[in-house]
C-alpha cells in the first residue's frame, strides 16, 4: 500500500474531491505537523505547496528516498520549473479531476517526476540535457521501448531482440543510465518524451 503524508501546516489542504479520492483509493494517508521526519515511516511521498518545499526538505532530510509532490491550481511553466528546481519531485494541477491528482501523487510516490502536460521540453531546455546528443533512432527506440518489452520494442522498430537489447545498452551506457525506467523518466525530463509516451 502506498503511504502519502500529507502537510498540514501553512495552507496545504487538499480539496475534498482529491481527499474523497483518495479515501476510495488503496493509498493510505497520514497528516504531518512539520516535525523532523525519522526513516521509519515507511511513507513515499509528501504532499505539500510550492512556498513550503524549502521547511519540508529540510526536516525530511533524513529520510532521502521520501518524494515531495506539490499541489498548484493551474501551474504555469515557470511555476513548474521553480517547484522543480527548488527540490519538487511532482507538480499536480489542483485544477485537474480528483482522480488525475491521485494517479499523479501515486506516480510521484513510485518514483516518476510528474508535471502538468506540456511542460516536459519547456522545462528540460532549462534544467539540463543529455550528455550526448541522441540520434532520431535512439530517441524513437527511447519512446517506443517505454510502453512495451524489448522484444516488441524492436519488432516494432524492424530490430531482432538481440539488435534491441545491444542499442538499448549502448544507450544506457553512454548516457549512465541502469534500466528501462530510468532512461524514460531521463527521456521525459530532457524533453525527448512526453510523459503521455511513458
Known sequence: MTKLLVDETGNCALPDGVARALLASDLETIGWDGARLRASNNAEAIITTPARIAEVRQN?????????????????????????????????????????????????????????AGHSLEIATRLGSPPRILTSEEVELLRVSATRSNEAAGKALGYSRRQTQRRLRTIYDDLGFDDHYEAAISAVRWGLLESGDT
Do not use: N, Y
Request: aromatic share 0%; charged share 20%.
Open 60 to 116: 525530511i532530510s533524513s529520510v532521502a528516498e521520501l518524494r515531495i509532490a506539490v499541489l498548484v491550481d493551474c501551474p504555469t511553466v515557470d511555476e513548474t520549473r521553480s517547484a522543480i528546481r527548488e527540490g519538487a519531485h511532482g507538480v499536480i494541477d489542483v485544477s485537474k479531476a480528483p482522480r488525475t491528482q491521485v494517479l499523479a501523487a501515486v506516480a510521484v510516490a513510485g518514483g516518476l517526476g510528474v508535471h502538468p
